[in-house]
């Protein structure tokens, strides 16, 4: 792969933008049979849904996991209000076609018995790498979900503290929010899978930023076609991920939807709000070195990782300087 492309589409991703507030959400659901309990074809879905408001934004993760993933709002408030009455709406719609949702990080049912269902070359070519490291990529494909909470990243310095502060605060939050831990939670399924495109550890905050994803995406074993970088960055799964104007925060479990508005205006606040980024960046720098570690103290459960998460939260909802956007947000409602 051509390093001076593969650089310049990098510096893409981190170009930042300007500074607005927006929040945005890809909401992830396991879907099965009522009465078998078994998978559900994405077919059947889609025309249980066909004619619902909200179907432009329906999409679907390998296994038939149901995602949304709404326009972006322009707070937290606004944010939950629409996922909590497209849920409801989605819900509604399948259980009269006798599909069940379940708000689940990690599916009951084995991998092996829920089968691919999005079989393109690139999916194809994805199992097979995974399938060469373990048996944690087929579960990640098809049998986990996530809410992911995407937003605005602004150019410049203040850019590269929110960049820092993600990562460094990822693993504490992900450990505050967690409705998984063990061997088998979604975030233990994610450390297993491939360590060459998750990065759950300090190399992309070491040095240049552009320079170490460059080095991260260079690392990892490629499975799109040869010499198409745009697909190869495609094939990266860290943590938070770059995305030119926005960043997307994909390391929580699937929540329910009444608790993204509590998450989201803990992110909102963390990433906009200028005197609670300076310090949460405080709180989180002794974490710098050791993030390997601290993701898998995360993914089970450790008592201290999920207390300084819970600090980090509190020092958020607490954070007196709040932009416009955030005046009179609620609580977890």
């Not at 929040?23 to 249980?48: C, F, K, N, P, Q």
């Not at 009269?96 to 990080?105: E, F, K, V, W």
Request: with cysteine.
């Amino acid at each position: 792969m051509e390093t001076e492309e593969l650089r310049r589409q990098v510096s893409e991703l981190f170009s930042g933008g300007p500074r607005s507030t927006r929040i945005g959400v890809e909401h992830e659901l396991i879907a099965s049979d009522v009465m078998t309990g078994t998978a559900v074809s994405i077919e059947r879905v889609r025309a249980a849904t066909a004619h619902a408001a909200y179907s432009p934004y329906l999409g679907f993760e390998p296994g038939g996991q149901v995602e949304l993933s709404l326009p972006v709002a322009s707070d937290p408030t606004t944010l939950a209000r629409d996922l909590t009455a497209a849920v409801a709406a989605l819900r509604t719609d399948c259980a009269a076609a006798g599909i069940r949702l379940r708000c689940q990080p990690v599916d009951s049912r084995t991998a092996g018995s829920v089968p691919l269902q999005l079989t393109s070359p690139r999916y194809l070519a994805m199992q097979n790498r995974f399938d060469s490291i373990g048996p944690a990529g087929r579960r990640m494909m098809r049998s986990t979900a996530s809410t992911q909470l995407c937003l605005d990243w602004w150019s410049g310095d203040v850019g590269l503290d929110q960049w820092r502060l993600l990562n460094l605060a990822g693993p504490l939050l992900a450990a505050a929010f967690a409705r998984s831990t063990g061997a088998d939670s979604r975030l233990a399924t994610w450390l297993a899978v491939d360590p060459t495109r998750t990065a759950f550890d300090d190399r992309l905050i070491l040095g240049d930023p552009v320079a170490a994803y460059a080095d991260f995406a260079a690392g990892a074993v490629p499975f799109a076609e040869a010499g198409d970088v745009a697909q190869h960055l495609t094939t990266l799964f860290p943590p938070v991920r770059p995305r030119g104007r926005y960043l997307e925060v994909r390391f929580l479990d699937v929540q329910p939807a009444t608790t993204v508005a509590l998450i989201a205006k803990v992110l909102s606040t963390l990433m906009y709000d200028g005197e609670c980024r300076t310090r949460a960046l405080a709180f989180v720098a002794d974490d710098a070195g050791r993030l390997a570690d601290r993701w898998a103290q995360a993914a089970h459960g450790d008592a201290r990782v999920i207390a300084r998460g819970s600090e980090l939260v509190d020092l958020a909802l607490s954070s007196g300087q709040r932009p416009k956007v955030l005046a009179g947000v609620g609580g977890a409602a």
